[in-house]
């Protein structure tokens, strides 16, 4: 028996659900742009590799040509949407509270290392 004007379990459990919807809809938002920015690198990075081995093999300088540091540019790309599917699968019975906590501290690791590696990645390269 519920009391009168009180909200019922029914409706809590809805409301809960739309709140945890939110939390994952807008970090789905802030990973989305993070792995755009990652493809964004890999693209970039590839691209100025070609052209400089191209560059330095049509002058003679094979020894001088650069590898592709395959390894890092995917992790790059693959670090948040790892991160934040391992997030939501943490908190797929959690309140959109502790959804949200963890989803910030999802974010931030990735984000940790995320910046690590687009910092990383052209040293290497050293263009």
Do not use: C, H
Not at 17 to 32: K, N, T
């Amino acid at each position: 028996m519920t009391a009168v004007g009180g909200p019922t379990a029914g409706s809590r459990s809805t409301q809960t659900l739309v709140a945890r919807i939110v939390v994952w809809v807008v970090f789905a938002v802030l990973f989305a742009y993070m792995t755009a920015q990652s493809v964004g690198n890999f693209v970039v990075v590839t691209d100025k590799l070609q052209k400089f081995n191209e560059f330095v093999g049509s002058a003679g300088g094979a020894s001088l040509k650069r590898p592709v540091p395959w390894v890092w540019l995917v992790l790059d790309v693959v670090v948040p949407p790892l991160a934040y599917a391992v997030g939501v699968w943490v908190t797929r019975r959690s309140t959109a509270v502790v959804t949200a906590a963890v989803l910030v501290v999802a974010f931030a690791a990735a984000g940790a290392l995320w910046l690590t590696l687009q910092l990383y990645v052209p040293s290497l390269v050293d263009l």
